[in-house]
C-alpha cells in the first residue's frame, strides 16, 4: 500500500490524462517489488481487456530468446538459414529484434492495422518485392515487418502457430489468463474522438492475420502486471535474469546523438530528464493505446490501457506514475548483511589495486560478486564481476568490463600479485616493477620533478 499522499498524486496524474486526452475509458495499474499495489479504472469495470499494439512485440521477442536460451537459435543467425526464402540476405534475428535490420517500417498495401490479414495471407505478401530501406545493421529503423518476420520463426523452430506457444509458454506459466489473440468479455470497444467536438465512432477491429506478431494482442492491466514482473527479473521455468536484462539493455539509439530513447531486444528504452532508466513498450492500434515500462533500479512499474486512437499521451503518462512512485515514495534498501562464511582466496582478492598511477577497489558484496570501482568520494563504477570457471576467473556484469575475464595471477610461491581483465593490469603498487605490466616499468621507478629537465 501506497501513502495517502502517493496514491493522491497517481489518482490525479491518471484522471488528469484521461480528461486532458479526451478518452472514453483508462486503466492504470503500478508495481512495486513485483507485486501490483495500486490500480484504477475510469470508464471501465476491472478485468476489462484492452488492445495492446506493439506491446505485442515484447512477447514475440520472450518467445524468440527462450529458443535461443535452448541452443535452437543465435542473434547472429541469418534470418535465411531458418526461413529460405525470404530475400533478407545478412539480416539476423538480434537485427530485427532491435530494430536495426534495414527493413521497412510498414508492410506494402494499405495499411495493415485497418484492413483484414487476408490481403497479406504470406510472408512474402508482408515483405514486398523491396523489403529493404537501409543497409542492415547500420541504424534504427522501426519494422513492423520485422516481427512479422520473428513471428513466422517462432512457427517454424516451434512447429506450432506462434499463438500456440505464447500461451503454452508464457501466459498459462504466467497466469495470464486475460491475454489472448483476440477480445474476450469484457473487453473495451475502440473509438475514435473527434477532433473539434466530443463525440465518438467506433473503430473497426481487424484480424491482422501474418502481421499479428507485431500488434494482435488483448490484455489487462492485472495480466500486463504480471508480464511487467517477468521484464524485471525474470521467473523460473519461462526467462531468466540474465536474459531479462540483455533484452532490456540498449542495442540501438534511435538518434545519432546521445540516447534519451532506444531499443533493446523487442523492448523500448527511455531515459528520463530525471536520469531514471525505463525498459518497456508502447503500443496503438486503431481506437487503443497502451504503456508499460519498469525501473528495475527503482523496483517500480506502470501500466496503462486505454480505448482510443489518439489524444492521451500514454507513454508519458506511465512514466509518470513510475516517477511518482520512486520519488514520493524511495525503495527502501534491502538490510546489509555479512557473508556467511569467509572465504580466504575472495578475502585475498579485495582491497586497494592500480592500473597505472590510478587507484582502484575491489569489494567483495554480498552476493559474491566483486565490484570494481575508482578510489575517491564518489568513485566511478567500472564493473560488477561474477563468478566464471572452476579455473578461478571472473565475468564481468557491466560497465566498461561487461562481459571480459578478469583473471588473478600469482608470483611461483602462490602469492597474489596482480590481476588481468581485459589486458588490464591490476597491481598491488601503482607501477609494481615485479608485475607483467605492459611494456614494462622505468628501473629507476619514481623520482622528482627536478630530474625531468623538460618540466
Not at 514520493?328 to 582491497?351: A, C, H, N, S
Not at 570457471?389 to 565475468?395: E, H, L, N, Q, R
Amino acid at each position: 500500500m501506497f501513502l495517502p499522499s502517493t496514491s493522491r498524486s497517481l489518482l490525479h496524474r491518471v484522471a488528469t490524462a484521461q480528461v486532458e486526452g479526451r478518452t472514453p475509458s483508462l486503466m492504470a495499474a503500478v508495481l512495486r517489488e513485483g507485486e501490483q499495489v495500486w490500480s484504477h479504472a475510469i470508464g471501465a469495470e476491472p478485468g476489462t481487456q484492452y488492445r495492446i499494439g506493439s506491446l505485442t512485440k515484447t512477447f514475440v521477442a520472450v518467445l524468440v530468446m527462450r529458443l535461443r536460451d535452448e541452443g535452437r537459435l543465435d542473434l547472429a543467425d541469418r534470418i535465411d538459414d531458418h526461413l529460405p526464402g525470404t530475400g533478407l540476405g545478412a539480416v539476423t534475428v538480434g537485427q530485427l529484434l532491435s530494430h536495426t535490420a534495414g527493413l521497412a517500417s510498414e508492410s506494402p498495401g494499405p495499411w495493415w492495422e485497418r484492413t483484414p490479414g487476408d490481403l497479406r495471407p504470406t510472408l512474402a505478401d508482408v515483405l514486398g518485392d523491396e523489403p529493404m530501406k537501409h543497409p542492415s545493421g547500420r541504424r534504427f529503423h522501426y519494422s513492423n515487418p520485422g516481427f512479422a518476420v520473428l513471428g513466422a520463426l517462432v512457427e517454424k523452430l516451434r512447429g506450432r502457430p506462434w499463438g500456440e506457444a505464447l500461451r503454452d509458454e508464457i501466459l498459462e506459466p504466467l497466469g495470464m489468463t486475460r491475454t489472448s489473440l483476440f477480445p474476450q468479455d469484457p473487453h473495451a470497444t475502440g473509438c475514435a474522438v473527434h477532433p473539434w467536438a466530443d463525440v465518438l465512432q467506433p473503430e473497426r477491429v481487424q484480424d491482422t492475420g501474418t502481421m499479428a506478431p507485431a500488434g494482435q494482442l488483448w490484455s489487462t492491466v492485472d495480466d500486463l502486471c504480471r508480464f511487467a514482473r517477468l521484464l524485471a527479473g525474470g521467473a523460473a521455468d519461462v526467462l531468466s535474469p540474465d536474459t531479462a536484462a540483455e533484452m532490456r539493455t540498449p542495442h540501438a539509439a534511435s538518434t545519432a546523438a546521445a540516447w534519451d530513447a532506444g531499443y533493446g531486444l523487442g523492448m523500448q528504452m527511455l531515459r528520463t530528464s530525471a536520469g531514471r532508466i525505463l525498459a518497456g513498450h508502447t503500443g496503438s492500434m486503431p481506437g487503443f493505446l497502451c504503456a508499460l515500462w519498469i525501473s528495475v533500479d527503482d523496483a517500480a512499474g506502470a501500466v496503462a490501457l486505454t480505448n482510443t486512437t489518439s489524444g492521451p499521451q500514454i507513454g508519458a503518462l506511465v512514466a509518470d506514475l513510475v516517477s511518482i512512485v520512486a520519488e514520493q515514495e524511495p525503495r527502501i534498501p534491502q538490510p546489509w548483511k555479512p557473508l556467511p562464511e569467509v572465504d580466504q582466496k575472495l578475502l585475498e582478492l579485495t582491497g586497494p589495486w592500480y592500473w597505472g598511477p590510478t587507484a582502484f577497489v575491489l569489494r567483495l558484496e554480498a552476493d559474491r560478486h566483486l565490484a570494481l570501482s575508482t578510489v575517491g568520494r564518489g568513485g566511478a563504477h567500472f564493473a560488477r564481476f561474477k563468478p566464471g570457471a572452476v579455473d578461478g576467473t571472473w565475468i564481468g556484469l557491466d560497465g566498461y568490463f561487461h562481459g571480459e575475464t578478469l583473471r588473478p595471477g600469482y608470483d611461483n610461491s602462490g602469492r597474489l600479485t596482480h590481476f588481468d581483465v581485459g589486458t588490464f593490469i591490476f597491481t598491488r603498487e601503482a607501477y609494481d616493477p615485479a608485475a607483467p605490466i605492459p611494456g614494462g616499468v622505468d628501473p629507476e621507478g619514481w623520482r622528482a620533478a627536478s630530474d625531468f629537465p623538460a618540466i
